[in-house]
C-alpha cells in the first residue's frame, strides 16, 4: 500500500523555535507538496517540489522554507515559529504528470 | 475572489436522500478537475476525476460546465458513510501538478 508519512501528528512549539516538520513517501513520486488547512480557508499550497532539490513557492511561502535533498523526503521548515503559524500541516505526493494526491495523515501544530 | 467557491453547508440529509454540491472556479485557464472526500480529522482523498462529458462511479456522478465555470457532485441513496466534507478541486494550465482546493462542502447523512 502507497504511503506519505508525516513524522509527528501533534506538535506543540514556542513562538520563535526553528520548526522542521518531515514527509516521506515510498511511491518514488517526482512531485511533493506542503499544504497549510485552517477552518473556512481551506488547503493552501505553501511550497512545492517537482524534483530534488527543487522547490517552487506555492501561495503562502511567508515564513517558510523547504528543502529536498532526497527523492523521498520533503522537509517544511518554520524559521522562527509564530502563533499565526497554528495549524493543520497536509504533505502530499504525485507521479509526474499525474493529479492523483497522496496525502499524509497531517501534523497538527500549535505554536504557542 | 476565491478561485475555487464552494457553498460550505453542512448539508443535513436523510439516509437514501439525493444531495448536489456545486462549485464555481475562476480561472478559465483550469483544465482538470477532481472532487476529494475528506472525513473529520483525517487527510483528503481523491472521491473521482471530472471529466468534460461527465461521469459516474456508482451512486456518484460529477458534471463540468466549462462554459459556465461550474462543476458539480450529485449524490444518489446517500448512506451513512457519505457523511463528509467533499472538496471541489482545479488545476491550471502551466501548473505542473499543483491542485487548488475549494473550503469544502460539509455533508452530514442522518437516520
Known amino acids: 500500500d502507497v504511503k506519505v508519512t508525516q513524522s509527528s501528528r501533534y506538535l506543540v512549539k514556542r513562538t520563535g523555535e526553528k520548526v522542521f516538520l518531515e514527509c516521506v513517501q515510498d511511491m518514488d513520486h517526482e512531485n511533493m507538496f506542503w499544504y497549510r488547512q485552517d477552518p473556512g480557508l481551506g488547503l493552501r499550497l505553501i511550497y512545492f517540489s517537482y524534483d530534488v532539490k527543487m522547490k517552487e513557492k506555492g501561495d503562502i511561502p511567508e515564513g517558510y522554507s523547504v528543502s529536498r535533498e532526497k527523492k523521498e523526503r520533503f522537509s517544511l521548515i518554520l524559521e522562527s515559529a509564530s502563533t499565526n503559524q497554528t495549524s493543520m500541516y497536509l504533505c502530499?505526493?504525485?507521479?509526474?504528470?499525474?493529479?492523483?494526491?497522496?496525502f499524509g495523515s497531517g501534523t497538527r501544530l500549535t505554536v504557542v | 475572489r476565491k478561485e475555487v467557491e464552494q457553498d460550505p453547508g453542512p448539508f443535513n440529509v436523510p439516509e437514501g436522500a439525493t444531495v448536489a454540491f456545486n462549485c464555481t472556479y475562476s480561472?478559465?485557464?483550469?483544465?482538470?478537475f477532481f472532487w476529494y472526500r475528506q472525513d473529520c480529522r483525517k487527510e483528503p482523498k481523491l472521491l473521482m476525476s471530472v471529466y468534460s462529458s461527465g461521469n459516474e462511479d456508482g451512486r456518484f456522478t460529477a458534471q463540468l460546465n466549462r462554459a459556465s465555470q461550474y462543476i458539480s457532485l450529485l449524490i444518489r441513496d446517500s448512506k451513512l458513510s457519505d457523511s463528509a466534507t467533499y472538496l471541489c478541486?482545479?488545476?491550471?494550465?502551466?501548473?505542473?501538478?499543483?491542485?487548488?482546493f475549494g473550503t469544502g462542502t460539509r455533508l452530514q447523512v442522518t437516520l
Open positions: 480561472n478559465s485557464a483550469s483544465q482538470s
Open positions: 502530499a505526493s504525485s507521479p509526474q504528470d499525474s493529479y492523483g494526491y497522496t
Open positions: 478541486v482545479v488545476r491550471a494550465t502551466g501548473t505542473a501538478s499543483k491542485l487548488t
